[in-house]
């Protein structure tokens, strides 16, 4: 291994202050397993300079209290705690870049990921072989011990996707465990989405190609304590971070969301229309304002639980929400409206006007929402 990691003999004391390496932890509700992870990192990476950045995200089992005790005897650890903000990506994408070494690694608090290839990684990247290396499951040498079968098919069909629509070389693009050199990983940074859980395939796409990836196979251990976060919310965020990507980041993760509940909701108003005219046999005008309402209300519904679920409102800001929803969506569908008369006026084509028109209002409406419903505190 290259001597500038190894404090001693011919390197100053404070080469030691100094790390080569910054392990970044995610964690929410892992208060179990940050100790013992923090014991092995010790164990492991003995003779190098090393940090880490714990990114807890408030867990509610206090994970930030133990750290912070481990702050406390070792200053080689740190906590970073974010209150009001969830999301692996981000918490990780901060937590690098808080952090000062020439190398950062990312790996789970759960040990579900194989510290013993840290060295290893770490000399691939030193030695300029690689500008990323990859903790991966699916090459050779690969077993799985925390994987069942239903996660295990879902994991290879996203990663083939991932493979063919953003011609993602690598073969284990969904890993969570890694480490990349601290300049690209900077360089790259802000492109990276800091929803979902994918922060690894979206590096190795929004870098078209330019990142050197070596990959190291590592069994993937079951869990101890604790249960995993992720659910089915994940595959959304995963065809969300396709399109975005392939779509050159022109259309991000929430607009897609945005845009799906909006289609959603078209169909909503035309059920309660048809019921209010049918069933219940009300007048039309009557039925279509129906129709609206409980459209525009579901769909502030799913998009408080979908579209915006990092900054979910609750209480009375839930309220002040949904009426902000109803003003902002209101003047939205006078903008559709109005783009799709003059669409028609030059071009008497139903289609496109009416193309023109709900395009508008979705653009309309998502970027009011994010001001004026959802807006960040
Ligand atoms: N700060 C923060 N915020 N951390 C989070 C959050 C969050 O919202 N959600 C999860 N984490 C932390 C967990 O505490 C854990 O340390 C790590 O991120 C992974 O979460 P798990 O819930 O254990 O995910 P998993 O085991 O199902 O999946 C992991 O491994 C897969 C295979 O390598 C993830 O890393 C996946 O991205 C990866 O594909
Ligand atoms: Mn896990």
Known sequence: ???????????????????????????????DNVTVLYRRLETVLAGIAWEVV??????????????????????RVRCVRRIGRRGLSGACIEGILASSAPYAAVIDADL????????????????????????????EG???EGFNKQRAGASALATEVAKKMLRVEIADPMSGFFMVRRDRFEQLAPKLSV???KILLDLVATAHGTLRAVEVPYTFGARQHGESKL????????????LAKLTNDIVSLRFILFAM??????????ATLFIALEVIKVPFAEAQAAGALVAMTSNFILNNFLT??????????????????????????????????????????????????????????YAMSGLFVWRKK
Not at 1 to 22: D, K
Not at 54 to 75: H, I, K
Not at 122 to 130: D, N, P, R, T
Not at 261 to 270: D, I, N, Q, R
């Open 308 to 365: 915006y679920r990092d900054q979910r409102l609750k209480g009375f800001a839930l309220l002040r929400g949904l009426i902000a929803f109803y003003i902002v969506c209101s003047v939205g569908l006078l903008a559709n409206v109005g783009v799709a008369f003059s669409v028609y006026d030059q071009e008497p084509i139903w289609w496109l006007a009416g193309m023109a028109g709900a395009l508008m209002g979705v653009v309309w409406n």
């Open 142 to 144: 690969y077993k799985s």
């Open 261 to 270: 509940v909006g289609g959603l909701g078209l169909v909503v108003h035309l």
């Open 231 to 242: 659910d089915s919310m994940v595959a959304l965020d995963f065809l969300g971070l396709v």
């Open 54 to 75: 714990f990114v807890d995200d408030n867990s509610p089992d206090g994970t930030w209290d133990v750290v912070r005790a481990l702050a406390r005897r070792d200053n």
């Open 195 to 197: 929803h979902g859980f």
């Open 112 to 139: 579900q990921h194989d510290e013993t290839q840290l060295p290893k990684m770490l000399s691939l990247l030193v030695s300029g072989k690689a500008d990323l290396v990859v903790g991966s499951r699916y090459i």
């Open 1 to 31: 291994m290259n001597e500038a990691i190894r404090p001693g003999p011919g390197n100053p004391p404070q080469a030691q202050e100094t790390p080569v390496l910054s392990v970044v932890v995610p964690t929410f509700n892992e208060r």
